[in-house]
């Protein structure tokens, strides 16, 4: 079984359970680029009063 078989196969090895946590840290891996590159702040105080206090916001 070659490796990109072996990735998109369902094998009866991983389960509902492990397809399950697969599927959830996908989703919370995705969630997390977009809150570090797309995500904008709406709070205009809050970039001032980090660079105001030294702090990497």
Known sequence: MGFFTYLTTSSPQL???????????????AAGAYLAFAHSERNMARPHLCVSWGLHC
């Open 15 to 29: 389960g509902t359970l492990g397809w399950l946590f697969f599927i959830g840290q996908v989703l919370i891996a």
